[in-house]
């Protein structure tokens, strides 16, 4: 077997584990698909007159508006279940286990990252599922869910980056959780739950830059109006500096790791 | 022990309850930072609704221009959900560790055990229902008035009580931290699913009876009224029946669970 081959396999099975491990705890899982849903749920009952605000998106429904905005959310809080997961690992010394095994460390972040991205990818669907069950159009149809769910899955991996960086870095679950309000924050600096125009300033012109903003608006996009190349580059983009910042970051917390042990 | 067994059983229960009360405060004192999680989350939900969804008052109907003052109370009461249901996640821990094993032998009344737990909780939802509501006047919510303020504290720290009482049953039943979420989910559900984000003939018709029926709406308008307009009895009444209902149908459920444990 080639040496792509047997990574390839760590990786599948680090990646497993990571899900399996989410899956198995209600308290990994519930941040990542029952806040967003109930979020999702009080938001479009509670603020759904905001449809007939002038100036708000031609859209069917503010159910299918926040549609991004839940996606957006889960996956963010899947990056952030699986640092405090990975941070576990260091805690309880399987990840000193894993070091010493004859396997490349990237494969021990690579496989943890496939676990958080396969969250994300189960929360693209689960939300989807829903807007469909709750009579939101994607208007783009299967080529549009498609982008939304791959823009989702590819997010869930950079962020996760970014959280499997810090947990690097820490060593300690409790600092992870404690970027939980950080999350929000970020969240609600970006377009996720409001078109940008209508928000209140200084929220609109933070939300204006916010890199997640361009990455809903990608996902959102396909949902409520037709596939453009233009908010899918941004998109992109945005998801590929994402990835970058994290590569970055994890690569010298793994060193830092190495060193202290 | 000896002192304690000397007192009536009236004083010797309300010495109980405070020895609950001042160890709750020994562990916020001790270890501050378990506080600010509590104190964030409804800050910042506050600030997010708010830059988020401030355009909502340009809507048609809506009953304030401020949305700040609409918001802020309901930021105030979720700040006390997030205490009382952390009241039900150190109750689980406190079971996880056998501390509520100890106490259960003593001879001391179940319903003080709970109590104890609940009104620490009451207390504690002051601080960040003090500090959301310092954000809310700085960034231009209307002051609510004496009794607006009063009745809006009261109805924070009774809110923390009946989410303490939900919290410490789930506590019970579980008898794991893994229970927490549900705990969070509950309380942050039922006072969502009110007039949280706009007045009720706003809502979406779902959400609308949902809130029609949802107890909670009564104590969002009454700890809003003094935000929003004048304080009047007929805003207040309703909420405090509300409360008091919660309160002894959770309460009553919570001490069945904790009889259950002891058995």
Redesign the interface.
């Known amino acids: 077997m080639s040496d792509l081959a047997v990574n390839a396999r760590v990786v599948r099975g680090l990646g497993m584990r990571s899900l399996r491990q989410t899956l198995r705890?209600?308290?990994l899982m519930?941040?990542i698909l029952?806040?967003p849903t109930?979020?999702l749920a009080?938001?479009?009952?509670?603020?759904?007159?905001?449809v007939?605000?002038?100036g708000f998106p031609p859209v069917q429904s503010?159910l299918q508006f926040m549609l991004a905005g839940a996606m957006m959310q889960s996956l963010m809080l899947a990056g952030n279940s699986g640092g405090i997961a990975l941070a576990v690992d260091i805690e309880m010394g399987f990840t000193d286990r894993l070091f010493a095994a004859p396997i490349p460390r990237y494969a021990i972040v690579l496989g943890r990252l496939a676990g958080t991205a396969a969250l994300g990818f189960l929360a693209a669907l689960w939300f989807l599922a829903i807007g469909l069950v709750f009579g939101a159009e994607i208007h783009s149809g299967v080529p549009g869910a498609l982008i939304a769910i791959a823009l989702v899955t590819a997010t869930a991996m950079a962020v996760g980056g970014i959280g499997a960086a810090i947990a690097l870095r820490t060593g300690s679950a409790s600092v992870v959780q404690?970027l939980?309000?950080l999350v929000?924050?970020l969240?609600?600096?970006s377009s996720a739950?409001?078109p940008n125009d209508?928000?209140?300033q200084?929220?609109?012109t933070i939300a204006e830059y916010n890199p997640l903003s361009f990455i809903v608006e990608g996902i959102r996009d396909p949902i409520i109006s037709g596939i453009s190349a233009s908010e899918l580059l941004d998109a992109v983009l945005a998801i590929a500096g994402i990835v970058a910042l994290g590569l970055l970051l994890s690569a010298r917390a793994l060193r830092h790791r190495l060193r202290v042990g | 022990m000896e002192a304690a067994a000397a007192l009536p059983q009236w004083r010797a229960n309300l010495a109980a309850i405070a020895a609950l009360m001042a160890r709750a405060k020994n562990e916020l004192l001790r270890v501050p930072g378990a506080a600010i999680p509590g104190v964030l989350a409804p800050t910042i939900f506050f600030l997010g609704l708010n830059g988020v969804f401030g355009a909502l008052t340009d809507l048609r109907g809506f009953s304030t221009g401020s949305y700040e003052s609409f918001v802020v109370p309901v930021s105030m009461l979720q700040g006390a959900g997030f205490t009382g249901a952390a009241a039900g996640v150190n109750l689980a821990r406190d079971m996880e560790q056998g501390w509520v094993d100890r106490l259960l032998v003593s001879p001391t009344p179940r319903w003080v055990l709970l109590a104890g737990n609940v009104l620490a909780a009451s207390a504690r939802a002051l601080i960040p229902a003090a500090f959301v509501l310092t954000v809310g006047l700085l960034l231009g919510a209307s002051w609510p008035g004496l009794a607006g303020l009063l009745i809006a504290f009261f109805m924070v720290c009774a809110m923390a009580a009946v989410a303490a009482c939900w919290g410490s049953m789930l506590a019970l039943r579980f008898k794991s931290q893994s229970a927490a979420p549900l705990m969070q989910a509950g309380t942050m559900a039922v006072i969502l699913t009110t007039t949280a984000y706009a007045p009720l003939a706003l809502l979406q018709p779902w959400m609308k009876s949902v809130a029609e029926v949802n107890p909670v709406t009564e104590v969002v308008e009454a700890a809003r009224q003094g935000f929003v307009g004048s304080v009047t009895w007929a805003e207040t009444w309703p909420g405090v029946v509300a409360l008091l209902a919660l309160l002894a149908l959770l309460g009553a459920l919570a001490l069945r669970e904790m009889r259950r444990t002891a058995r």
């Open positions: 705890r209600p308290q519930a941040p029952v806040f109930l979020l009080i938001q479009t009952g509670g603020a759904g007159g905001a007939d605000l002038p503010f404690g939980f309000p929000l924050v969240l609600f600096l739950f409001f209508l928000m209140i200084p929220a609109r």
